[in-house]
T-cell receptor
Framework: GAGVSQSPSNKVTEKGKDVELRCDPISGHTALYWYRQSLGQGLEFLIYFQGNSAPDKSGLPSDRFSAERTGGSVSTLTIQRTQQEDSAVYLC?????????????FGPGTRLTVL | KQEVTQIPAALSVPEGENLVLNCSFTDSAIYNLQWFRQDPGKGLTSLLLIQSSQREQTSGRLNASLDKSSGRSTLYIAASQPGDSATYLCAVIIGGNKLVFGAGTILRVKS
């Protein structure tokens, strides 16, 4: 079946604007993860969903960042009042059950550029 | 705080050579360790996942080992090919199912 998909693939925005990034996990996967990959910080965990709940939000860098998941499927990561330091590639991953033995499968990412 | 280090940062080898990528982590309390490859402009592809109770995993020309007590893992690539050129990332799973990544090794295999 289809893998993890993300949209848009590229997003350019002006400082101060809000952006929404979308992730469609593999069908049937109950666990969903957001990561961020930036030049200075490498790949960092942001948030983990099990179903529609987020038991671990510890990686969200500030209260400008939020995420939700509906219907146990699609997830949206929202960044309010974007700053230049938010520029990065945002990666989404899903796994079958969220148990640590499961492989996480990654989408192609959304490249966000804040001017 | 768990930290993952990968050595070398970059590696260039001629086609056909066997090579080893190294990964170390500071806290041995991991659930598993995963090796990924990342091609430019693309997401991550999982290569091998080693559970904390395992010592190694093999897939084709790839072999990954795990020494949890010493906090080390190696990825061995046999008979390297130009198509193996990519960035290789090591990540450990810690509590909460989050992956903690190393900075990666950029591999270039020359034909």
């Amino acid at each position: 079946g289809a893998g993890v998909s993300q949209s848009p693939s590229n997003k350019v925005t002006e400082k101060g604007k809000d952006v929404e990034l979308r992730c469609d996990p593999i069908s049937g996967h109950t666990a969903l993860y957001w990561y961020r990959q930036s030049l200075g910080q490498g790949l960092e965990f942001l948030i983990y969903f099990q179903g529609n709940s987020a038991p671990d939000k510890s990686g969200l860098p500030s209260d400008r960042f939020s995420a939700e998941r509906t219907g146990g499927s699609v997830s949206t990561l929202t960044i309010q009042r974007t700053q230049q330091e938010d520029s990065a590639v945002y990666l989404c991953a899903s796994s079958l059950t969220g148990v640590f033995t499961d492989t996480q499968y990654f989408g192609p990412g959304t490249r966000l550029t804040v001017l | 705080k768990q930290e993952v280090t990968q050595i070398p940062a970059a590696l260039s080898v001629p086609e056909g050579e066997n090579l080893v990528l190294n990964c170390s982590f500071t806290d041995s309390a991991i659930y598993n360790l995963q090796w990924f490859r990342q091609d430019p402009g693309k997401g991550l592809t999982s290569l091998l996942l080693i559970q904390s109770s395992q010592r190694e995993q093999t897939s084709g020309r790839l072999n990954a080992s795990l020494d949890k007590s010493s906090g080390r893992s190696t990825l061995y690539i046999a008979a390297s090919q130009p198509g193996d050129s990519a960035t290789y990332l090591c990540a450990v799973i810690i509590g909460g199912n989050k992956l903690v990544f190393g900075a990666g090794t950029i591999l270039r295999v020359k034909s």
